[in-house]
């Protein structure tokens, strides 16, 4: 099973802002790096929580080009693997394809010194960026997400089922991990099960649901809670 961690906010109104409305503006006002660097600390927090009980999920985690680019991101990610104790191997750090490629030697040394670490790297929106081949040999990816776009028309279109077909094995012959996005009926997910997907993120298993009530959906029984405490995170 695999987790994410999505970025909420609720406005003066109670209405909660979606990723897409807020990290526009954290980019904008440079905010993004001292916000996704406390992500990381808390998703550290809870799986070490969650392993202290004998309970190992994959956290995953979005990283924008700013934290990965412009920041001391390898530095965060030991820092708080260290002062959390968690199992690094657990820990996901999502990258786009146009990050990759905006800045290919930069993000190769990063990458780089994040495995060592023991974390994985995912290839996120996989097919609708730069689609470089290349780069699957010389960045060390351990997962590429199949994009919701290529999802959303399954089972019924016939280029969509061709596409994704290809990136699932192309992904396992580079002994990669496949994740389809976007999953949001049980068509897609028996379609995308029967060619190999292994693991699956939409609204058709869960939406974004607070830590107690995800501890509580699956029967998981935790006697330790980190501080602090996350806020949000989702099962999609």
Wanted: a negative charge; aromatic letters at 10%; proline letters at 6%.
């Amino acid at each position: 099973m695999r987790c994410r961690s999505p970025l909420r906010w609720h406005n003066p109104q109670g209405e909660i802002q979606p990723p897409l409305e807020i990290i526009p503006i954290l980019e904008r006002s440079g905010l993004i790096i001292d916000v996704g660097e406390d992500l990381i600390y808390r998703a550290c927090k809870q799986l070490r929580q969650w392993q202290d009980n004998n309970i190992f999920l994959y956290f995953a985690l979005n990283i924008s080009a700013r934290q990965l680019l412009n920041s001391h991101i390898v530095e965060t990610v030991q820092n708080a693997i260290t002062e959390s104790g968690c199992d690094p191997n657990y820990l996901e750090l999502e990258i786009t394809e146009s990050v990759l490629m905006s800045d290919v030697k930069n993000a190769l040394d990063k990458l780089i010194k994040l495995e060592a670490i023991g974390v994985k790297i995912a290839i996120d929106d996989f097919g609708t960026g730069y689609s470089s081949l290349a780069y699957l040999n010389r960045f060390p990816i351990h997962i590429l997400k199949v994009d919701r776009e290529f999802v959303k028309d399954l089972p019924w279109s016939n280029d969509n089922i061709t596409i994704t077909r290809s990136i699932i094995e192309l992904a396992h012959n580079l002994n990669m991990r496949v994740v389809a996005e976007g999953v949001e009926n049980e068509g897609q997910a028996d379609f995308l099960a029967s060619v190999g997907v292994e693991e699956f993120q939409g609204y058709y298993f869960g939406r974004p649901m607070s830590v107690p009530e995800f501890d509580a959906m699956y029967g998981f029984s935790l006697t330790k809670r980190p501080t602090p405490y996350p806020d949000e995170i989702a099962t999609h």
